[in-house]
């Protein structure tokens, strides 16, 4: 339209400001007719032409008072002379004006129903199903219960994590609750209902090179929380091999092993902040520091993402834990011990009186957990694995710090990582990223060598 008139066009947007002109400068244009604007944009008159040559044109953009307002100043040709490009130009302009408010639109929508499905998300890792099912039947969309929890990740630059959430939702249909990762964020999580739906996930997978799929065993939606962490741990498996789909290895579980007797040792290394009442109702309660330690343990600087609160206040969270527990937790072997007892609370409580209370030593001695000590370490405990084998040990006893153990080994820190990743492979469990297999690693070598805190 500037064009056409030899002059200036600016279209503002609801509030009267401008969003786009021709050229860039336009001040004194619209100072010169902020009045006619207004009326405009009131209602008051359909279109407004000012000076005795017809040279100034503002007319509204739609049908309703208080929109869009295009304004049109010519020099070289009256604008009346432009009427029937100004009608093409104003209905062209409305049509646009809707499409890209009914795209903004959906995009509140799609990130409205991304930040529900996260809380349910949070809900479930939090273990509180009935909240979780209570805010996913208020979205229209059952939980699947049984369910397999599936957490797909594109690889950098050859997708995007949007594209790959719309791949997951077609896959899956109504058999599938699919999540943005509140972590990780090329991840997806899928709550996946047990059926026919894992098999196209797997063709979905296995047919291209730049998606990775880890899937957890069969578990309930009170258990999802621990259903991730099997999907983290096959998605590594993925990253370390040629296998784009991988199901989660089981193993033994060491919290389950150390039966009502660790349930016992768990309240009470973990009493000081269950029961920590704060001193300001704004400060962080029991519960809260045992969600923020153990997001803290799962996933370190990451943290903050998946608590939704600034890493700052993860720093301070964390400085009152150790005040309350007494300890350091950057210590890989304080870190171990806490990520136990959680975990072990995290367990159904048994029915009946607990036991009384025994010595770690006593805990970890049994044959049964001398079982799992092996199991987690076998792959490892080969000839051709001894480096590797050396490198997890060093690494664990440098609080699992890449540059440290690259100094102790004169290797580079690259070198650490590939033989980190090579370790991944082997025990088919994540290491380098969290959840992390450290944890296990760290207890398992403390138990083989009948050492423990």
Known sequence: MAQKVGGQAVLLDLAGQPVHAFPEAHEDLLAAVAGEIERVRAGEAR????????????????????????????????????????????????????????????????????????A???????????????????????????????????RPRAGTRDALMRQCSE????????????????????????????ERFRAFATGRDDVHVGVSEVVSLRETAAGYEQAFHALAETKSTTVR?????????????????????????????????????????????????????NFFN????????????????????ERLLDCDVR?????????????????PPSVGPGPQQESMDALLSGAAVQHWAHQQLAPLLTDDARPLFTTLLTWLDNNAH???TATALEISAAGVRKRLQRIEGLLQRSVLHGPSARHDLWLALRIRNRQYW
Not at 334 to 347: D, E, K, P, S, Y
Request: with cysteine; proline share 7%.
């Open 302 to 321: 990451l943290a903050a993402r998946q608590l939704k609160v600034h890493r700052n206040t993860v720093a301070a969270r964390l400085r009152l834990v």
């Open 331 to 347: 210590e890989i072997g304080t870190q171990a011990r806490l990520h136990l007892a959680l975990r072990v609370l995290r367990c």
């Open 171 to 198: 896959i899956g249909g109504d058999q599938a609750w699919v999540v943005p990762c509140p972590v990780y964020v090329q991840h997806v999580i899928v709550l996946m209902a047990v059926g026919a739906a894992e």
């Open 47 to 118: 279109s407004v032409t000012i000076d005795r040559n017809d040279r100034v044109a503002v007319l509204p953009i739609g049908p309703l008072p208080a929109g869009p307002v295009l304004v049109v100043s010519g020099e070289t040709a009256p604008v009346l002379d432009a009427s029937e490009s100004l009608a093409d130009a104003t209905t062209l302009l409305w049509l646009c004006w809707q499409v890209r408010a009914a795209d903004r639109d959906r995009r509140r929508l799609r990130l409205a129903d991304s930040q529900a499905r996260e």
């Open 245 to 297: 789909y991988a199901r989660f290895s089981p193993r033994d579980e060491l919290a389950v092993l150390l039966g009502p007797a660790g349930r016992a040792w768990a309240e009470i290394v973990m009493a000081p902040l269950r029961d920590h009442v704060p001193e300001r109702a704004h400060d962080p309660d029991g519960s809260e520091l045992m969600d923020t330690l153990g997001s803290w343990l």
């Open 402 to 404: 890449v540059d440290a």
């Open 120 to 154: 349910v998300l949070h809900l479930l890792m939090a273990g509180d199903r009935s909240g979780a099912g209570r805010v996913a039947a208020a979205l229209g969309t059952p939980l699947p219960d049984p369910t397999r929890v599936l957490v797909a990740a594109y």
